[in-house]
């Protein structure tokens, strides 16, 4: 077991659906196919993303570079691959649908994702420059 401490994966995947949520809530009073179509999309992401985490940080330490990176070559694949299809089955099943905002929620949670993540690293980064 390695003393590097797990990346935070489980507070970026809750504040994203917590922005996720309220976002499509808002769409949704506008129009209702708006506000889910937003949130599926929203999911699509988050779930890609939850699924790679879950794989790529399984392991920790210097013994197991080779094992982590093999898991997160294996967790991008399936990350893309889970995408195509829940894209796929969302297409074909959901109707009616707004195909531009289930895409834009796909896009917006990617780019909340990396904004939240950036910040983690930052706060996680100022907080080891402050140690005397």
Not at 4 to 14: D, F, G, S
Not at 23 to 34: G, Q
Not at 117 to 131: D, E, P, T
């Amino acid at each position: 077991m390695g003393t590097i401490a797990k990346p935070p994966i489980y507070k970026v995947t809750l504040a994203q659906l917590l922005i996720a949520v309220i976002t499509s809530a808002l769409f949704a009073l506008v129009d209702l196919v708006k506000g889910y179509s937003f949130l599926i999309g929203c999911l699509i992401q988050i779930g890609g993303s939850a699924y790679f985490a879950r794989l790529a940080f399984r392991y920790r330490g210097a013994r197991q570079v080779r094992t982590m990176v093999q898991a997160m070559y294996l967790g991008e694949s399936g990350k893309i691959l889970l995408s195509a299809v829940i894209f796929a089955a969302v297409f074909i099943l959901v109707k009616p649908l707004s195909a531009v905002l289930v895409f834009a929620g796909y896009i917006a949670m990617a780019i909340v994702h990396a904004v939240l993540a950036v910040n983690l690293i930052k706060h996680k980064m100022s907080h080891f420059s402050n140690r005397p």
